[in-house]
């Protein structure tokens, strides 16, 4: 795990787990996401299972056997998830983006909840890009969150 700064986030530390230290500068209330969601083959009865990464709910395009439309949703996974976004120093405000940071699970909401805006924090995560769309060509940076301390 390597430990870096805000303003030298770079494509080179993606999927890895990293250290950073910054200011909260904003904390959304917690919702409920859904995670992935199972569905049946009314054909075959095969189970798939679809990963819900994007906004927008997402069925099987198709079955192994064939069949395109019409699957049997037989469950779905969810847990609770809340975003923040993280700042640099107020010293180097402006020059570095801010950063979204994703909770999920109730622990990590726990945590969160102790956590006030303008709090400085360290945050073990590890780093990914969240498309708002399919043909989104700009994404923006994510850390998916592991670990929250304050600083004090």
Not at 46 to 49: A, C, H, K, R, Y
Not at 126 to 143: A, C, F
């Given at each position: 795990m390597e430990k870096i700064s805000l303003g030298y986030l770079r494509?080179?530390?993606?999927?890895e787990k990293v250290e950073i230290e910054g200011d909260i500068k904003?904390?959304?209330?917690?919702?409920?996401?859904?995670?992935?969601?199972?569905?049946?083959?009314?054909s075959c009865g095969?189970?798939?299972?679809v990963l819900q990464i994007e906004k927008k709910f997402r069925e099987p395009s198709r079955?192994?056997?064939g069949r395109r439309k019409k699957f049997k949703l037989i469950s779905k996974e969810v847990d609770m998830e809340s975003r923040?976004?993280?700042c640099d120093k107020p010293q180097n405000v402006g020059l570095v983006s801010p950063l979204s940071l994703s909770f999920i699970g109730d622990n990590l909401i726990d945590k969160l909840s102790n956590i006030k805006e303008g709090n400085r924090v360290k945050i073990i995560g590890?780093?990914?890009?969240?498309?708002?769309?399919?043909?989104?060509?700009?994404?923006?940076?994510?850390?998916l969150v592991e670990n929250i301390e304050k600083i004090i």
């Open positions: 494509s080179k530390y993606l999927q904003e904390i959304m209330e917690p919702y409920w996401k859904i995670l992935s969601a199972k569905f049946e083959c009314p095969t189970i798939i299972q079955c192994s056997c923040a976004i993280l590890e780093l990914g890009l969240e498309q708002n769309s399919i043909k989104d060509i700009k994404p923006d940076y994510v850390l």
